[in-house]
């Protein structure tokens, strides 16, 4: 199954999260297919970016986004 769901990047202590679309049976920080979006919580207020129109083209084809990354599209305006 292909999920929307955020990957870590960043420094010890200073998380930066890609929003990425990649298949639910990889490592969290796998292989993924395509980054859509970013997610900094570090910055006051956090950043989101994310292309709408990419996430409802993965959307509309099925893939399921987690938690947080529904909240996050949610932000977004999606």
Sequence with gaps: ????????????????????????????????????????PMKEPSEVRIDIERAKYWLDRGAQPTAIAKKLLKIAGL
């Design 1 to 40: 199954m292909v999920r929307i769901r955020l990957t870590r990047r960043g420094k010890k202590k200073r998380p930066f999260y890609r929003v990425v679309v990649a298949d639910s049976r990889k490592r969290r920080d796998g292989p993924f297919l395509e980054i859509i979006g970013i997610y900094d």
